[in-house]
DNA sequence: CTGAAAGCGCTAACAA
DNA sequence: TTGTTAGCGCTTTCAG
């Protein structure tokens, strides 16, 4: 048979090498003790020649664990979820492992699917991105315990670590700024009722605004999505809001960039005339005049963060608390104090 | 022993089911025969109750392949990065695969290690994106013979597959139309020696002045680099070129943004007083004012042709030729004739 | 220090 | 249609 297109394996290194595959074992793992420094040092030649490199799958029938983390996350196309990502896969790096990602492009139906794939490929543990973690997908997971950490989500009640910002308190000091900036009539360009994002975001809009005594207009609080695409369709309900208010918080960066963008082309000056304030503090905030005020989220940290929290579950085994992490006003050129007219 | 922490084994089923091993596994794998309708709907049942699901590495054991797909990038927090990402991660999951990624974030040194790691876990095959194969990388993979393409970038004189845009001719074009739009005088914010993408977009862009008659200044091809923060470094060399010349082509549209920053904040009209054209047609070039003329790279498309060519190569075997995907210039605001002064 | 051998969970002949 | 069984490549007792 034409064995030359097969991987050597353990075996045939331990035969060619005159010793147990017990022996090699122990010293491609590096194991303190069990062979001589001379043994060693001819296995390892031996390894060298031959090309051998284990088969951690092998590995992984004994050992039962992978030492690969699942991601999981909605998007990829967005300009949000690289940088949570590079966090997650730089830490899992650092720690020898490695990172199967799948994300659904808010195709929700097939979340369910790649959970059982990445079960079935007996990943160590999973890192959960965004999305709301529905109960299907909490039972799925409790029910074979496997260690699992939402990113920037958060299922209230349940004993399930995640690593976010606290959006609610967030968004409440982003307007706050704006209010000692001097606003008095800002508006806000929210996320819907999206349960994870959209709602505390608007919640704290309304804290900032009851604290300085300020009753919300319902229709200054316009529903638009959290992608820069999702903006136009909301030009009419904008445009008949511009003139009454100075200052708009938007939900995201990119809904920010978007009213930004239709700012420019009807001759709305910002800040001049309108001040602008998004949320996210993704890197494009800094590409574009005027840059964009926001409020920071530490995507690349959370990333990180999460990441060793699953990775203390693996080894400690105990259930870690959730972690808010703090988030931080930026104010930069597209807020100003309101023009007095 | 406390089994209830652990998976359920085929083996367990099997008993439980009053059957062989064999048996579910044929059911489980969706063989067309070897069970009755009524022995699988009772198998399915038992292993819906005990919450079953398969070892897939433990299958990989027998079947020699993992259904894993190796992604190396060098960049995470790039904006060219993810779309490739988004066309990889799709295909594959569309075909029953996975995607293992790893990144060295400018860290080649590491890129051998990732490599190995990727071949021990047994990956069916890799897709590299966007750095040099160096030749060492070239023959880890031969001598074990892991299938490999490449994806914007691609390794001369070898049968290597890639995926790729021909970035000479498509910079020519671009700066064609640069030509075409009245233009004589035009510089370069360039990518340096770099031979994936630096040179050959360089060389093109000598090409289109060549064809027209114009000799190229030295001066007014000025290395750079790619990103949107290499090009505060070259903003004396900007200024001292920018009266003389009425367009800059960019090796990227991170550099052309930056650019087109450079010139907001001096009171440059764009594209009044300069033209700017880049190169990749990111999202964000649709998201400023004005939008960014570019020279269009399917970078989505990219990743998903790769895959199919990665795929293809699993089960035919055959190493496919090396593929040049259509550019397309796109003519936005940032560009226009020059006036004549 | 070293090796023999028993599995890890699954698939795929081969028999029955 | 079924079941038996021999591995896949590796780690890990347990003896020697």
Known sequence: VDISHRNP??????????????????????????YTAETKKHVLTVIDKMGYSPNLNARTMVTRHTGTLGVMLPYLSSMFSPLVLWGIEETAEMNGRNVLISHTEANGRLTMDYLKVMHEKRVDGILFVSSFLLPEYKEFVKRRNIPLVQISTELRGEPIPFVRVNDRPAARDGVRALLELGHRRIAM??????????????????????????????????????????????????????????????????????????????????????SILGYDDLPMTTMVVPTLSTIHQPLRLMGQRATQLLLGMLEGGRVPEGEYLAHRVVLRESTASPSQE
Chains 1, 2 share one sequence.
């Open 189 to 274: 360009l929210a996320g819907g009722d999206d349960p994870v994002a959209g709602i505390p975001r608007t919640e704290g809009y309304r804290d900032a605004l009851r604290e300085f005594g300020i009753s919300v207009r319902e229709d200054w609080v316009i529903d638009v999505g959290f992608d820069f695409h999702d903006v136009p369709r909301a030009f009419d309900r904008i445009k008949a809001v511009l003139p009454q208010v100075t200052a708009f918080f938007c939900v995201s960066d990119e809904v920010a960039l978007g009213f930004l963008n239709y700012c420019q082309r009807h001759g709305v000056s910002v800040p001049g005339q309108v």
């Open 9 to 34: 394996t353990i075996k045939e290194v331990a035969k060619s090498a005159s010793v147990s595959t017990a022996t090699v074992s122990r010293i491609i793992n590096g194991l303190p003790s069990g």
